[in-house]
């Protein structure tokens, strides 16, 4: 079957870094996404990585391993506007999302 | 670019009624959209995949003739909840694909659908 495996939450301190960390089995892969949520709105997109290593986007900076299966995301320089959930998908042989639980992240002042 | 907008935003209807959400492509072609469904603390659930001009794919244990989903052009996917029933009260998200970028899907804002 195909999986998706993420933490359910974690809580971090503003101004420190945090890794969320995601596994996953699937049929085919054809890239792995990171979205962030914020409560009762839609995802906004992060990162897309499809070769294995680290993609650096500002603050924001996502790395895969295709051989293990693995992906992170790391924020650097927390803001308290950076609590919100984080969702971790998988496109498979058909392009469709396979869509992991979420990460709830909680910053703390 | 690449905005999809959704509307409405929220809607309240009573039990037994029907609800139609519209979804947008605002500056692209969106060859396939989708539609999500999630609960609160849950995440994204995918009911249906749907392609310009041909009938949706639905999930298992997603009822069609429940959820209609039409996308009638390249641009503009709608889905109607017939006959809603307060389990039905969720917030309810589409995204759209391109050709160009077939990797990525873009989001709506979500609808947040009460059934009272």
């Known amino acids: 079957g195909q999986n998706i495996d993420q933490p359910t939450e974690m809580t971090a301190t503003e101004g420190a870094i945090v890794q969320i960390n995601c596994t996953y089995q699937?049929?085919?892969?054809?890239?792995l996404f990171w979205y962030q949520q914020h409560a009762g709105e839609a995802p906004t997109f992060l990162s897309y990585?499809?070769l294995d290593g680290l993609e650096e986007k500002g603050r924001f900076s996502s790395f895969l391993s295709r051989s293990k299966g693995y992906s992170y995301l790391l924020l650097k320089e927390l803001q308290m506007k950076d609590s919100a959930s984080y969702l971790c998908?998988?496109?498979?042989?058909?392009?469709?999302?396979?869509w992991g639980a979420g990460t709830k992240l909680i910053i703390k002042p | 670019g690449a905005v999809v907008s959704q509307h409405p935003s929220r809607v309240i209807c009573k039990s037994g009624t029907s609800v139609k959400i519209e979804c947008r492509s605002l500056?692209?072609?969106?060859?396939?959209m989708f539609w999500y469904r999630q609960f609160p603390k849950q995440s994204l659930m995918l009911m249906a995949t749907s392609n310009e001009g041909s009938k949706a794919t639905y999930e298992q244990g997603v009822e069609k003739d429940k959820f209609l989903i039409n996308h009638a052009s390249l641009t503009l996917s709608t889905l109607t909840v017939t006959s809603a029933h307060p389990e039905d009260s969720s917030f309810y998200i589409c995204?759209?694909?391109?050709?160009?970028?077939?990797?990525?899907?873009?989001f709506g804002p979500g609808t947040r659908l009460t059934v009272t």
């Open positions: 995204s759209a694909r391109t050709v160009a970028r077939d990797y990525e899907q873009y």
């Open positions: 699937t049929s085919g892969f054809n890239g």
């Open positions: 998908a998988v496109a498979d042989s058909n392009y469709q999302l396979i």
């Open positions: 990585n499809v």
């Open positions: 500056d692209f072609q969106a060859t396939t």
